[in-house]
């Protein structure tokens, strides 16, 4: 499998990377090996590795921005992340950059290398999983729940995150983006008054290629004690959305799906309120599924009821779009019936 394979490890440990790719080199890949992220992208420009594993707590410039910036130039190149934290939020924040796997050190066994590396490039290889990502991990952690933790890091760390509610919920407000953000014209801000005894209300957002902003916003509480893991879900699949398909209708209504089949395939998820939607700028339109939250929308002087008795995870693909006409270019998404929680999303034009 690995016989002519070209692997780069980006690695500052030189003992962990030697290990690593003298392992490798004896499964027949060709191996090279460089300390940081700034000798990875000089790597990168003189060939194209089969697959790149990057450490994410590096000297010179970090794992996250190595990972994000060969996401950026390098799209289909896969990538194995390697995290020394021992906790998920570093691979979390990696999620939105298109990681195929992810490792915890210490390794205790090798062959989970080379498991992971064995599945990934054939995953490449094969066109009909070329675009598998983080996401496809939910599907193997229920596949895999008889195995032990160090077979699957995904299990081992959400089985941690369900008896710390505590460090789940930091982790979730961690992942929470900027309060306020700017593209062209048009400014998204959200404000977030938060209980600290539940589980957040989380937004993620990506602004996209022709005047497009997605979104969604997740009641994580909604969802009991799966409620931080389920989120995780969420933004593994939003974020393999954004990145492969076009973020139209019918594209949200798949990735509705998607998300409603590991819910129920994964014993780490359950039903979850929420909400997916996208800004068209150049129509002045806002395009909102509701998946079982409730939310007002003030526009234009009025104000517009948005709901859907449908929770994500309960058939929320039989729930209908919802159309506002932004007008002069301003909206407000205000959420209800959430509790303690006050939540919204204001969208502007500027300009």
Not at 19 to 40: C, D, P
Not at 69 to 74: G, H, K, L, P, Q
Not at 90 to 109: T, Y
Request: net charge negative; with cysteine.
């Amino acid at each position: 499998m690995l016989h002519n394979k070209e692997i780069l490890i980006v690695e500052d440990d030189p003992v962990f990377s030697r290990m690593i790719a003298s392992f490798l080199e004896r499964e027949g890949a060709t191996v090279r090996e460089v300390e940081n992220g700034l000798e990875g992208l000089q790597a990168l420009r003189q060939s194209i590795p089969d697959l790149l594993i990057s450490d994410l707590s590096m000297p010179v410039m970090t794992g996250l921005e190595f990972v994000e910036e060969v996401s950026v130039e390098y799209p289909m190149l896969p990538m194995i992340v390697i995290s020394g934290t021992g906790g998920m939020a570093d691979v979390a924040q990696a999620l939105r950059f298109g990681v195929k796997d992810f490792l915890i050190k210490p390794i205790e066994d090798i062959n989970v290398v080379k498991k992971a590396i064995e599945t990934v490039i054939d995953d490449a290889d094969d066109d009909v999983h070329a675009n598998d990502d983080f996401s496809q991990q939910w599907f193997k952690v229920c596949e895999d729940a008889d195995r032990g933790a160090s077979e699957n890091e995904l299990k081992w760390h959400l089985d941690a995150l369900k008896h710390n509610p505590g460090s789940a919920r930091e982790l979730l407000m961690g992942l929470m983006p900027e309060p306020d953000s700017q593209q062209g014209a048009w400014r998204l801000s959200y404000h977030s008054l938060q209980s600290a005894d539940a589980n957040p209300i989380v937004l993620d957002y990506t602004w996209l290629m022709g005047g497009k902003m997605a979104f969604y916003v997740v009641d994580s509480a909604s969802a009991g004690e799966d409620g931080t893991a389920t989120t995780l879900m969420i933004r593994a699949f939003f974020n393999e959305f954004v990145r492969t398909q076009d973020v139209n209708e019918r594209g949200f209504l798949t990735l509705v799906k998607r998300i409603e089949d590991a819910i129920r395939a994964s014993s780490y998820a359950s039903p979850i309120r929420a909400m997916f939607g996208v800004l068209n700028t150049a129509d002045n339109q806002l395009e909102i599924f509701p998946a079982g939250l409730t939310a007002t929308v003030d526009s234009c002087g009025a104000t517009s009821l948005l709901h859907s008795a449908h929770w994500l995870g309960k058939d929320a693909i039989h729930s209908q779009f919802q159309y506002v006409d932004m007008g002069a270019g301003d909206a407000r998404v205000s959420l209800s019936e959430v509790g303690l929680n006050s939540f919204s999303v204001d969208i502007q034009r500027i300009a």
